[in-house]
T-cell receptor, first 116, second 114 residues
Framework: AQTVTQSQPEMSVQEAETVTLSCTYDTSENNYYLFWYKQPPSRQMILVIRQEAYKQQNATENRFSVNFQKAAKSFSLKISDSQLGDTAMYFC?????????????FGEGTQLTVNP | DVKVTQSSRYLVKRTGEKVFLECVQDMDHENMFWYRQDPGLGLRLIYFSYDVKMKEKGDIPEGYSVSREKKERFSLILESASTNQTSMYLCASIVGGARREPQHFGDGTRLSIL
């Protein structure tokens, strides 16, 4: 079974600064996908960024980037130039690559607050 | 754009009641999921379905059942609601086979069992 761990229940950052959210996972799979989802107070789960395990290059989406360390089973999210709208709960998630069903395994979540 | 609609945003029920949570998606997705979200625990998978009339248990199926009579609709049923089922429930869907695609989520139902 897969497990995903987010060791930071809460974090805060000043507007315009950079923050990094941590995520580690445990799996015996070699082919898988990793995701970061954002859940603002509106409760809508929004995909922030995804990473395929077979790709060595770290994914980036505008101000969001990941540091994917496959050997260490680490998948951290860096948010640059933080904005007030980035305030949300952030979830790290794992998906196996080979099985059908596409089920996700989530971490516990990190509540990020961006302060003005 | 994919739309996943959950029938209620807030719901209050009493202990022992049979509770139905409904989820509808409009993109002809094969796979649908029900998660439960609790503080400090993240999202945990209750049940999922690959196709009509098919269902698979997730990590915490006890006390729940599901129904998928039509492709677009996936219902979560609390057979006899208990206070420990007070939680946020999230439905999601994804097209079959596209494992690199993200799941699309509904807005969640906050359920309180009194």
């Amino acid at each position: 079974a897969q497990t995903v761990t987010q060791s930071q229940p809460e974090m805060s950052v000043q507007e315009a600064e950079t923050v990094t959210l941590s995520c580690t996972y445990d799996t015996s799979e070699n082919n898988y996908y990793l995701f970061w989802y954002k859940q603002p107070p509106s409760r809508q789960m929004i995909l922030v960024i995804r990473q395929e395990a077979y790709k060595q290059q770290n994914a980036t989406e505008n101000r969001f980037s990941v540091n994917f360390q496959k050997a260490a089973k680490s998948f951290s999210l860096k948010i640059s130039d933080s904005q007030l709208g980035d305030t949300a709960m952030y979830f790290c998630a794992f998906m196996k690559g080979e099985t059908s069903g596409s089920r996700l395994t989530f971490g516990e979540g990190t509540q990020l607050t961006v302060n003005p | 754009d994919v739309k996943v609609t959950q029938s209620s945003r807030y719901l209050v029920k009493r202990t022992g009641e049979k509770v139905f949570l409904e989820c509808v998606q409009d993109m002809d997705h094969e796979n649908m999921f029900w998660y439960r979200q609790d503080p400090g625990l993240g999202l945990r998978l209750i049940y999922f379905s690959y196709d009509v009339k098919m269902k698979e248990k997730g990590d915490i199926p006890e006390g729940y059942s599901v129904s998928r009579e039509k492709k677009e609709r996936f219902s979560l049923i609390l057979e006899s609601a208990s206070t420990n089922q007070t939680s946020m429930y999230l439905c999601a869907s994804i097209v079959g086979g596209a494992r690199r695609e993200p799941q699309h989520f509904g807005d969640g139902t906050r359920l309180s069992i009194l």
